[in-house]
């Protein structure tokens, strides 16, 4: 009963952390053991993850995760965010990736997916820290790394239903893209990366948006003009390519006559390959037909 009891304190001190994050209390935190939290987390995982849930979800979230980091629940349930903790703004001159990781939770719209996906888009910075010879900080690869990490805990700490998971997963692993848009991307470019990104674009904009943090107005202008820019590319170039067919009507005809092929589902996986061509940048869309059959001559896999 004893052990059960310290297992049950564990969830007190999540709720704790609730309170905290929901302005309702100044008390001291409860005393708990590592191994209750990690206990608990698997006897109670499914009241576990509600609780960090509602943390996340919170207004302010940032007291909820300082609370955590109070009463030794992140590092027990969180190793990974944990160690942000004390990262930066010290010797190597470069922002407390800890405070910046509770900005931009907070930042964030409050959205299951968006809010985990805030809290670990930058775990994997502790192992990719490198300076370079003049003194630049660089975290090359970290969204990868991130991702991996991600994948390792969950492995070994289930948290996530596989939905939100996968959409964590995602959303720590593409984090840089829409950061990295230039004025100078063709429509090719956006409609490519419209296409990768999938059914995560709208969560992937907001976590983009929160991710900035930064203090000058001027930069934090540019950043989200940009954001805003290509989600307003995205969006023109969806409406015009569900009004405008990307292949022109009776390409499937030419490709018939061309390539000796008759009628028969063979010839809608041809378009299906072509259509991919267009939206990937390999060949312009709303050529006339013989311009594709000629692409296709060239490029004989799209035929199979």
Wanted: hydrophobic share 40%.
């Amino acid at each position: 009963m004893d052990s059960e009891a310290n297992h049950t304190r564990a969830l007190d001190a999540l709720d704790w952390a609730i309170e905290r994050a929901e302005g309702r209390t100044l008390e001291g935190p409860p005393r708990v053991e590592s191994v209750d939290f990690e206990v608990a987390s698997v006897t109670f995982r499914d009241d576990v993850r509600g609780r960090l849930d509602r943390i996340l979800m919170a207004t302010d979230a940032e007291a909820g995760l300082d609370a955590m980091l109070e009463c030794g629940a992140l590092g027990a349930l969180l190793p990974p965010v944990n160690k942000l903790v004390g990262f930066g703004d010290g010797e190597w001159r470069h922002k407390d990736v800890w405070k910046h990781t509770k900005q931009v939770v907070t930042q964030a719209v409050p959205r299951l997916e968006v809010r985990w996906g805030a809290l670990l888009h930058d775990i994997g910075k502790v192992k990719t820290r490198s300076i370079s010879p003049d003194g630049e900080v660089h975290f090359f690869g970290h969204a990868e790394v991130g991702a991996r990490m991600l994948e390792k805990f969950h492995r070994r700490f289930p948290l996530f239903e596989p939905s939100l998971y996968d959409a964590v997963h995602f959303l720590v692993l593409h984090h840089l893209r829409a950061s990295q848009y230039g004025g100078g991307w063709t429509d090719s470019a956006v409609r490519r990366f419209a296409r990768e990104i999938g059914p995560y674009m709208e969560d992937l904009f907001c976590l983009s948006r929160a991710d900035i943090t930064t203090k000058r107005p001027e930069k934090k202008r540019r950043g989200m003009h940009q954001i805003d820019e290509l989600q307003r590319r995205v969006s023109e170039l969806a409406m015009k390519d569900a009004e405008r067919p990307l292949l022109p009507k009776g390409v499937g005809d030419a490709i018939m006559a061309a390539f000796g092929i008759p009628p028969s589902k063979r010839i809608g996986v041809v378009k299906d390959n072509l259509e991919n061509a267009v939206k990937a940048g390999r060949v312009a869309p709303y050529l006339e037909s013989d311009e594709y059959v000629a692409f296709l001559r060239e490029n004989p896999a799209f035929l199979k």
